[in-house]
């Protein structure tokens, strides 16, 4: 804000040409120029986020299945979803997910991140070949995900037939189609947990590890007392927005298993998703979401928090 | 959050520390091959079977290679299913989107850092607000929204959300934060209006955070499948997402057909992935966008 300030209109610097306009005149202007500038792009991203917000909030107090009038519930709908065995199943589902994906998400990320920070010949190789995936979308893995985790002909089940592992069922069997999502949104998404790290060990001077392996650590030593505690911030960062991220998860079950096998792989978001545009419970699909938020913002507040605390603060 | 994390446009991968290469990188390649070669495994099969014939998909045992090659999933595509629009539609969507998001963000940035008006701290509270609100909060609303608007199965409902974000204007703010304000004053008193200015003089200085603001669109707008998904069910207007996603309901058997779509939808991303990788590199560290 300090540089904005110190900019103050630089007209104001030219006596010659303001002199004469009186105070008001030109704060009138400056306030028209500023709007000018910020108003077409505030008045999309306030118009397509804080209203609809908003409207949320008021849509889940009341009943309404988008024809006919709503109607006035007060906070039943929040109600109603405490006794909601199906979204109590979608929650579970999708802690399950959360806990699969989260931690393995950091630990790929740490991982191929060390292995991709040394020049070698063809590092540019591999970076390029772990890092493409990024640009694939939902649609487009999920349509690889059902090729190749088919029972029948699918790569993966051919090679445990190869090396004499019996056959899955994989996306068909309801025990491990969570797995298979998570496997596959570790795919698309590595790149992301890689790079940041991958950024963040390049920040840390080279001087802190050679000095810990002068003083007798080994390579082992020396990353887990020198560089992981370094990048402590980062893990802080990734963690959250991986939590966020998967919290949220519903393209990729769309784009897979739509909820299935018997709703095994129904997220939260896939369930507030088939409440509004399939069941038109338009009211209680937003409550669910604004449920959604609230855990979300407290997650994000507590880990923020909790980082300041023991100092490892990334925020 | 991710957006206080780093420069905008900090050269993020350009290379490890030098580092003297010892014979001991034989084990580094032993590591690294095989990940690398798993991570490649899904883009191959897609390539593979989009020219496989389709007796080979019901062998046994299942090859990975493909007996020979045939275009047979890329003919049927094309005269099966309506792609050609799909691609035409998602590449005016984006164009739209890159065009929108470029000209607003960067005029709100620049405003945001550089001018003083009254409203302007609070409006910019708002809007860096609004990055908390999560996607799901506003499916619902939004398409009522969009059929108020009339733009359900219409193009403008996929366009409409990427016309600008909350994203952008903070990572354009950011950048002309860090450009010296004398540039733009020197530009006023030889008689420049503030638009001419940001126009002639800022403008240009800002390509590398544009580079990054126009990926990131790409990425999001491209590869978008909620929006298009919740408004619009007219198979003239979908999208290539949405498009692909539709096929794999209704055609699971005809794998070389599926896997020529998917080719179509996904390589042009690899194409320019392949060409911009830092540029990319760049976008997500800020971003961690993924659609």
Known sequence: MSAATATADPVEAHPGRTARRPARARARRANLTGWGFVAPATAVVLGLSAFPAVWAFILSLQDWNGFGTAEPVGLENYSAMVSDAELHAAVTHTVVYTALFVPASVLLGLLLAVLLNRRIVLIGVYRTLIFLPFVASAAATGILTTYLFNPQFGLVNNVLRVVGLPQQGWLEDPAQAMVVITLMSLWGQAAFTTVIYLAALQDIPAELTEAARIDGANRWQAFWHVTFPQLAPVTVFVAIWQTISAIQLFDLVYTTTRGGPLKATETIVYYLWSAAFKDLELGYASAVAYGLFAVTLLITIAVTLYSRRTKVGAF | ?291
Not at chain 2, 88 to 112: D, E, Q, R
Request: net charge positive; charged share 15%.
């Open chain 2, 1 to 291: 959050m991710a957006l206080l994390l780093r420069d905008p446009v900090a050269p993020v991968v350009d290379g490890p520390p030098a580092r003297r290469t010892r014979p001991r990188s034989l084990w580094w390649h032993l590591l690294l091959a095989p990940v690398a070669l798993l991570f490649a495994t899904p883009f191959v099969q897609m390539f593979l079977t989009s020219l496989t014939p389709k007796e080979d998909i019901n062998t046994f045992p299942p090859r990975f290679f493909p007996s020979s090659v045939t275009l047979e999933g890329y003919a049927k595509l094309f005269e099966q299913s309506d792609i050609l629009r799909w691609m035409g539609n998602t590449v005016l969507v984006s164009a739209v989107a890159i065009v929108s998001h470029l000209i607003l963000c960067s005029l709100a940035g620049y405003g945001f850092a550089r001018l003083t008006f009254k409203g302007r701290d609070v409006g910019f509270f708002m809007i860096v607000g609004t990055i908390m609100i999560p996607t799901q909060l506003l499916m619902v609303p939004t398409y009522i929204l969009f059929s108020r608007l009339g733009i359900i199965d219409t193009l403008a409902a996929a366009m409409v959300p990427w016309l600008a974000s909350a994203f952008g204007i903070f990572l354009m703010r950011q950048f002309f934060l860090s450009l010296p304000p004398e540039l733009e004053e020197a530009a006023i008193v030889d008689g420049c209006t503030r638009l001419q200015a940001f126009w002639r003089i800022i403008l240009p200085l800002a390509r590398p955070a544009l580079a990054t603001l126009a990926i990131f669109t790409l990425l999001g707008s491209w590869n978008d499948l909620v929006w298009p998904l919740i408004a619009i069910n007219d198979p003239q207007q979908f999208t290539l997402q949405l498009g692909i996603t539709n096929f794999q309901g209704a055609r699971r058997t005809d794998w070389s057909l599926l896997m020529a779509g998917n080719v179509v939808a996904t390589l042009p991303l690899i194409a320019f992935f392949l060409v911009a990788q830092r540029q990319f590199l760049a976008t997500m560290t800020f971003s961690g966008i993924k659609g």
